[in-house]
């Protein structure tokens, strides 16, 4: 992440000051990369009102590092088009990266609902499923903000709950009580595992989710009223949901809804193993830009409900509850998923 930061920092100060790159610019580089790493970091040390404001800081300021990196990008690509001068490029680059990082805090903080009908062959009653993924609870994300998304999920009432991993950021040892408002739902919670709980430890998520009446589902198949669940963790190896419910065997001729943290792009495969549906998260829906555009690209699972070639397996990706990194959105927004079998 340092050397990152130092590189990203070098290149933007060879843009906006377009001046070869010196040995006062280097320093400077580096300081604020040291800065920003330290930022991120210091709630490790120890949970206080003043680590987490400021990580919230080196946060914000990673996320608008990053929007420079990405305007400069593009007005570099402007220059050899239109003769622009070093002071319109660091203008325009402040200029924009500052009105989309505003723009993204405050539109993260709004959450949308996301309804999606899905039609489910051999289903016996009609079910509503709230699809909670990437909480990233932490030290921007606390139990007030568990509190909203509670209060959100009462208003829908839907048959069962599921949070398909990252229900942790990773980044601050987390309060006893932090999940405790889940306790107020009257109707089950499901949960698997994502990438970020292996950050903070996983016999610590299992510790905090034992306060709770969330069920966590690992590497298995869970009998429910209204058909299975598959649980799996979640792994980096890009082929382990599908080697996973190839191991499971879920039945033929029943609902099989898979919870897996991440998208996988073989529905076809999957439908081959008998699963109805399949709700992930992880990509945040790329978040901020650039990185939503990878939407469009097609059999890339973003966001959004997508379908095997014959329709009867279908994948919803959420693009999550919290934000990783910056507490920004830009083309995409912060969502609970409402999904109702049909």
């Known amino acids: 992440l340092t050397v990152g930061s130092f590189l990203g920092h070098i290149f933007l100060l060879s843009v ?5 790159i010196y040995l006062g610019s280097a320093r400077l580089a580096l300081a604020l990369s040291i800065v920003l790493v330290c930022g991120l ?13 400021i990580y919230y800081l ?15 990008l593009i007005i570099l690509l402007a220059k050899l088009l239109l003769p622009i001068s070093s002071l319109v490029t660091l203008c325009a680059d402040l200029s924009i990266s500052l009105v989309v990082c505003i723009y993204g805090i405050f539109h993260a903080q709004d959450m949308k609902i996301i309804n999606v009908q899905v039609p489910i062959a051999g289903l016996s009653r009609e079910t509503t499923i ?18 909203k998304v509670v209060n959100q999920i009462i208003q ?13 950021d990773g980044s601050m040892a987390m309060a006893n009580d932090i999940l405790t408002p889940f306790n107020d739902l009257t ?54 949901v599908l080697d996973q419910v190839q191991l499971l065997q879920p039945p033929k001729n029943e609902v099989n809804i898979l919870l897996y943290h991440a998208p996988y792009r073989n529905l076809n ?31 890339v699972f973003l966001s959004g409900l997508h379908s095997s070639i014959s329709g009867k397996t279908h994948i919803f ?4 509850v919290g934000t990783a990194g910056p507490p920004m959105r830009a083309m995409t927004s912060s969502m609970i998923g409402v999904i109702t079998l049909m």
């Open 156 to 168: 829908i009432n839907p048959s069962f709950v599921v949070i398909t991993g990252d229900l942790f």
């Open 317 to 320: 990706v959420s693009s999550g």
């Open 41 to 53: 970091f210091l709630p490790a040390l120890g949970e206080s009102a003043f680590t987490k404001f």
């Open 187 to 240: 109707m089950p919670i499901y949960f698997v595992l994502g990438n970020h709980e292996s950050m903070y430890g996983i016999s610590e998520v299992l510790r905090l989710i034992q306060r709770t009446k969330i069920v966590v589902i690992r590497n298995s198949i869970l009998k429910i009223p209204q058909g299975n669940l598959i649980g799996i963790d979640f792994s980096y190896m890009p082929n382990h």
């Open 269 to 299: 495969l999957l439908e081959a193993n008998n699963i109805s549906i399949f709700l992930a998260g992880h990509t945040h829906g790329g978040q901020m830009f650039p990185m939503p555009l990878l939407g469009f690209i097609p059999k």
């Open 58 to 72: 080196a946060a914000v300021y990673l996320g608008f590092l990053a929007q420079m990196f990405v305007w400069s």
């Open 16 to 20: 906006v000051i377009n001046e070869v």
């Open 130 to 147: 709230a699809h909670l993924t990437d909480l990233h609870l932490g030290p921007i994300y606390d139990k007030t903000f568990v509190k």
